[in-house]
């Protein structure tokens, strides 16, 4: 479990060095921070992670002021890690994150996204993603969905046999979904 926790936190890291990058006006080091961030993920996978090289910023440039009022981006608040035996992939673990560039502390954010890894070739690798599933005509999260660039034999409703989790840090609950899925697989059933 320790090896895949500082997986997901250099991938973390990593992920708010590309939009820090991308802050600063930064291009050459922009596009540097998103091959090292896309190649911790599988192929295919990396398409779903929300950003790609550019040849410039175009309206995405800052200006000066712009860039000394926005700071650095911070990384997601990473909630819990929980380890499970899949059929397919064998041992993956699921994080349960924040969205990017969180403002508050991490009890007063909700889940946003959940990175499903694994270990291919003895390296950790994104296999999938999972993102938040809203009602369309309420926009109450409603549970998980797998992200369109996942392979097609991951089912995140089936990830496999449970096997553990470590909690870090309990999210708020504003989402009537959030701070139920944390406590999931803290409760033991009574026999």
């Given at each position: 479990?320790?090896?895949?926790?500082?997986?997901?936190?250099?991938?973390?890291?990593?992920?708010?060095e590309?939009?820090?990058?991308?802050?600063?006006?930064?291009l050459?080091?922009?596009?540097?921070?998103?091959?090292?961030?896309?190649?911790?993920?599988?192929e295919?996978v990396?398409?779903?992670?929300?950003?790609?090289?550019?040849?410039?910023?175009?309206?995405?440039?800052?200006?000066?002021?712009?860039?000394?009022?926005?700071p650095?981006?911070?990384?997601?608040?990473?909630?819990?890690?929980?380890?499970?035996?899949?059929?397919?992939y064998?041992?993956?673990?699921?994080?349960?994150?924040?969205?990017?560039?969180?403002i508050?502390?991490?009890?007063?954010?909700?889940?946003?996204?959940?990175?499903?890894?694994?270990?291919?070739?003895?390296?950790?690798?994104?296999?999938?993603?999972?993102?938040?599933?809203?009602?369309?005509?309420?926009?109450?999260?409603?549970?998980w969905?797998?992200?369109?660039?996942?392979?097609?034999?991951?089912?995140?409703?089936?990830?496999?046999?449970?096997?553990?989790?470590?909690?870090?840090?309990?999210?708020?609950?504003?989402?009537?979904?959030?701070?139920?899925?944390?406590?999931?697989?803290?409760?033991?059933?009574?026999?």
């Amino acid at each position: 479990m320790e090896k895949a926790k500082e997986f997901i936190l250099e991938f973390l890291a990593k992920e708010a060095e590309c939009w820090s990058n991308l802050n600063l006006n930064d291009l050459d080091a922009f596009n540097q921070s998103v091959r090292e961030f896309r190649s911790m993920a599988i192929e295919g996978v990396e398409k779903g992670l929300g950003i790609s090289e550019r040849t410039d910023f175009g309206i995405f440039t800052r200006t000066e002021k712009e860039i000394t009022e926005n700071p650095l981006i911070k990384p997601r608040h990473l909630y819990k890690l929980s380890a499970y035996k899949n059929k397919i992939y064998g041992d993956i673990w699921v994080a349960y994150v924040s969205i990017k560039n969180p403002i508050d502390e991490p009890n007063k954010s909700v889940f946003s996204n959940g990175f499903i890894m694994s270990e291919i070739d003895n390296e950790f690798k994104i296999i999938g993603i999972m993102g938040m599933k809203l009602n369309k005509l309420t926009m109450n999260v409603t549970g998980w969905k797998g992200n369109i660039y996942n392979p097609s034999d991951l089912d995140i409703k089936k990830l496999g046999k449970f096997v553990s989790t470590e909690h870090y840090s309990e999210p708020d609950n504003r989402d009537n979904f959030s701070l139920n899925e944390y406590l999931k697989d803290k409760i033991v059933p009574n026999p």
